[in-house]
């Protein structure tokens, strides 16, 4: 597709279970970027890949979270033993490869409304 | 205190109106500001960036950024009803930093 692709749209799971959110980037966006959106928050950042590796994932908000891409493509969000306040909306963006001058816009996803029961 | 303030609104107005959205921060290293779109249920749209201090206009939209005071607005002329929308501010550092901080955003409501 054109844009970038987050599935899925829409998941609700039990509290302690595991969840795997998928993200597609724009074809030829070497850059991709995991936040999370609250209710009544801003966006949050989470991680940041350039092409298969992750040199920024500080935002991560503690080791019940990971996230991989393989292929410089695909990338896959996991949240273990999920609790409450993990519900939220999961964006995706992408980007072409950041560079020394200039801003790369990054474009986002419809995001994965994720609620714990 | 968050790094970036924006005032969540409501913020209604009737059709062909000026609006006014602003926010501010507190990190003065922040180089790259944008401001992005976001309908219900739908992700963010990039509308505008700017890079540090400035002026910078597309259409209906300019956006302004003044980094001596930390404060930076997007102004919508003639606005329409397709204009409501939640409207977040973001920025970031030098190119080493790719994150972008968020502002809560701030909803529009434009009432034809």
């Known amino acids: 597709g054109a844009g970038v692709s ?26 991709l970027y995991w936040y999370r959106q609250s209710l009544g928050q801003g966006l949050e950042f989470l991680i940041y890949f350039q092409g298969n590796s992750a040199p920024d994932k500080s935002g991560l908000p503690s080791d019940r979270f990971s996230a991989e891409r393989t292929g410089g493509s695909v990338s896959t969000l996991t949240i273990q033993r999920t609790q409450q306040e993990d519900s939220a909306v999961y964006l995706c963006a992408s980007s072409l490869a950041p560079r020394d001058m200039g801003n790369q816009p990054q474009h986002f996803g419809d995001g994965t409304r994720l609620s714990i029961l | 205190q968050k790094e970036v303030e924006q005032d969540p609104g409501p913020l209604s107005v009737p059709e062909g109106a000026i609006v006014s959205l602003n926010c501010t921060y507190s990190n003065s290293a922040f180089q790259y500001f944008m401001w992005y779109r976001q309908y219900s249920r739908k992700g963010p749209e990039l509308l505008m960036y700017t890079y540090s201090s400035g002026n910078k206009e597309d259409g209906r939209f300019t956006a302004q950024v003044d980094k001596s005071s930390k404060y930076i607005s997007l102004f919508i002329r003639d606005s329409q009803p397709s204009d409501s ?6 920025m970031r550092l030098n190119t080493g930093f790719q994150k972008l901080v968020f502002g809560t955003g701030t909803r529009l409501l434009v009432s034809p």
């Open chain 1, 6 to 31: 987050q599935s899925p749209s829409n998941k609700v799971t039990e509290k302690g279970k595991d969840v795997e959110l998928r993200c597609d980037p724009i074809s030829g966006h070497t850059a």
């Open chain 2, 85 to 90: 929308a939640t409207y977040l501010c973001a």
